[in-house]
């Protein structure tokens, strides 16, 4: 009985923990898009990161659909107390996942600060970081 409330804990642990880093990914965060006025972004410019923004937002759906399916896989397993090889596999795949996704993340932010001059390089920093 205590194995099993242990395994139950563990697999409630996990799906949480799993499905927090998916929904963080899956809310409809604020971009540079939203503070164009403020940074006085041109139209250019406005361009340019929007078509970066959109192709990022592509990308990190495919892998929040990824990483749904192997969410599913990794509690499907720890529910059926299958193999600890296989579980430790999906969870490496999806902790790649997520790297992955935040690799994408970095790339589309240094593509979008070679578009921005340096006044708006650094006002955009600090609306980040809430010190406006």
Do not use: C, P, Y
Request: hydrophobic share 40%; glycine share 6%; aromatic share 10%.
């Amino acid at each position: 009985m205590i194995k099993i409330f242990k395994l139950f804990i563990v697999i409630l642990f996990l799906s949480h923990f799993f499905l927090s880093f998916i929904q963080a990914q899956t809310v409809q965060k604020k971009t540079i898009l939203d503070f164009k006025d403020e940074l006085k972004l041109t139209k250019e410019q406005e361009e340019k990161i929007r078509k970066i923004v959109n192709g990022f937002e592509g990308k990190v759906k495919g892998f929040n659909e990824k990483m749904v399916k192997v969410d599913g896989e990794i509690r499907r397993l720890l529910e059926e107390k299958g193999d600890i090889k296989e579980v430790e596999k999906k969870v490496r795949e999806f902790f790649q996942l997520r790297a992955e996704a935040v690799i994408e993340e970095i790339k589309a932010g240094r593509e979008i600060d070679k578009l921005l001059t340096s006044e708006q390089r650094e006002k955009w920093r600090k609306i980040r970081r809430g010190e406006r």
